[in-house]
């Protein structure tokens, strides 16, 4: 065989080679399953994980709340994300000024605007009161609303002036006002400013 001869042989074998990978190919592709088919029975108990979790919704170009936590995992089809080491700062609620919630867990609904809070649930105020409880639910309320946090469970609230433990609690942020349900106990200390 000459050179030329063998050139052409090897032409030849490779055309037949290549060719015999693209009918195969082919032949596969068609058999396999498409990918969302696969996915489809796929269940993932997170879609998204996060460390350093940050969120902050607005209103007409002004900020309204900051959600953060350490870390984060969000669910796509309940929409629903778990908190862990959960701070929410409100941002100007009226004679409450900015409004600052901690907890050890949570878990928040970007969409509805609901987050709950679980475990040494602290809320600070700027106007000076400190709650404390074991859970809180927070509702964003409508549009012009400043949102509600209510709770079930027994809470201790103090300012500068007074000592309070109760069963229950709803804050109205819009209106900066507060309610405990049930077993109410106050104790007052009047400033000595005069």
Not at 63 to 70: C, E, F, N, Q
Not at 75 to 81: A, E, H, I, M, R
Not at 97 to 111: H, I, R, S
Not at 159 to 164: G, K, P
Request: neutral net charge; charged residues 20%; aromatic residues 8%.
């Amino acid at each position: 065989m000459d050179r030329r001869q063998k050139i052409r042989y090897a032409l030849v074998v490779a055309i037949v080679v290549v060719s015999a990978v693209v009918v195969a190919t082919g032949v596969f592709y068609q058999r396999a399953d498409k990918l969302k088919d696969i996915m489809a029975g796929v269940k993932m108990s997170a879609d998204a994980s996060l460390g350093n979790f940050s969120y902050t919704e607005t209103v007409a170009g002004k900020k309204r709340w900051t959600l953060s936590a350490v870390s984060a995992s969000h669910d796509l089809d309940s929409k629903d994300t778990l908190l862990k080491q959960v701070t929410m700062q409100l941002y100007d609620y009226g004679d409450f000024g900015d409004v600052v919630l901690t907890g050890d867990e949570g878990q928040a609904n970007m969409d509805s605007g609901q987050v709950e809070v679980r475990g040494h649930v602290v809320i600070t105020t700027a106007s000076g009161y400190r709650f404390t409880s074991n859970s809180l639910h927070y509702s964003r309320g409508g549009a012009a609303a400043g949102g509600v946090i209510t709770t079930a469970d027994p809470v201790h609230i103090t300012s500068a002036e007074m000592d309070v433990t109760g069963v229950g609690m709803r804050i109205d942020l819009a209106r900066s006002t507060w309610h405990i349900n049930n077993n109410v106990a106050v104790k007052y200390t009047p400033s000595s400013g005069g």
